[in-house]
């Protein structure tokens, strides 16, 4: 997965989105980029919360924010 990829993924939690919001958005992506891109960007994610000790919670959804 491109670097650029992750820095975009670490500037969407500096500006406040929670890592439920970037994974939902990654699987709407799946439709239109394929599945294995939207796999590949889930991992890059993945790594990049990782990196900042984040764990995105199981179960939660992003409807529970607002």
Do not use: C, Q, W
């Not at 980029?33 to 993945?46: C, I, V, W, Y």
């Amino acid at each position: 997965m491109d670097a650029r990829f992750k820095v975009h993924v670490g500037a969407s939690l500096n500006v406040g989105l929670i890592p439920e919001e970037i994974i939902e958005a990654m699987l709407h992506a799946a439709v239109y980029a394929g599945f294995p891109r939207a796999l590949n960007a889930t991992f890059a994610a993945k790594e990049v919360f990782d990196s900042r000790g984040i764990r995105p919670s199981s179960g939660s959804s992003t409807a529970e924010r607002e």
